[in-house]
């Protein structure tokens, strides 16, 4: 059974430029989180997706956004990056039920110059 | 506030040697409590998950147990291996009203161990 796969897995952006990531969930989970991780502040929640609509949102600014089509892979989309940006970028996926196990994906690393 | 402290932040120790890690939490209404395992630069992999009635749990050569009146928990690690270097991170799931599964995890830190030959 394959396991979440996130592309690409290393990305450079220019401030100001904006940049899309991509996650494919486990075949059959319909849950897709995404997590930014930086040295500071450890992982932090973005938002969660399943039925192709945003669940939950942590607090981060409007820049941040997502999407899930409706084979529940999803997107990240980032408007506007700031050097601050500069991160892992976590994508997880699970059943959609309470306390469901998390499976994460290996992350994108992207480092805005 | 929710919150999810480790410690130590980092840990040296010699390969073949036991270490335990801690995890205190103030989370409210507790789910579950999940370790995971993070190798530099690749995704957490989960280790263990316990709800509230669970103490201990065991994966391996590791064992987390869970006192749910103190808000503690703990992971052991037995005879460890150069492989175990990794940061191990906490993870407690609160019960939430929103509809999601995952959007009510409070992440802690983690603990960044070193194994040593």
């Known amino acids: 059974k394959a396991g979440v796969t996130q592309t690409p897995r290393y990305l450079i952006k220019t401030r100001g430029q904006q940049v899309t990531l991509s996650c494919s969930p486990i075949s059959g989970h319909r849950s897709v989180s995404w997590y930014q991780q930086t040295p500071g502040q450890g992982l932090q929640f973005l938002f969660e997706y399943f039925s192709e609509t945003q669940r939950n949102k942590g607090n981060f600014p409007g820049r941040f956004s997502g999407r899930q089509f409706s084979n529940s892979r999803s997107e990240m989309n980032v408007s506007t990056l700031e050097l601050g940006d500069s991160a892992l970028y976590l994508c997880?996926?699970?059943?959609?039920?309470?306390?469901?196990?998390?499976?994460f994906g290996q992350g994108t690393r992207l480092t805005v110059v | 506030k929710n919150q999810v402290e480790q410690s130590p932040q980092s840990l040296i120790i010699l390969e073949g040697k036991n270490c335990t890690l801690q995890c205190n939490y103030t989370v409210s209404p507790f789910s579950n409590l999940r370790w995971y395992k993070q190798d530099t630069g690749r995704g957490p992999v989960s280790l263990t998950i316990?709800?509230?009635?669970?103490n201990t749990k065991s994966n391996g050569r590791y064992t987390a147990t869970l006192d749910a009146d103190t808000k503690q928990s703990s992971l052991h690690i037995t005879a460890s291996q150069l492989s175990d270097s990794a940061s191990y991170i906490c993870v407690v799931s609160a019960v939430g009203t929103g509809g999601g599964s995952q959007g009510n995890l409070i992440f802690g830190k983690g603990t960044k161990l070193s194994v040593k030959p």
């Open positions: 316990m709800t509230f009635s669970e």
């Open positions: 997880a996926s699970s059943l959609v039920r309470k306390g469901a196990e998390a499976f």
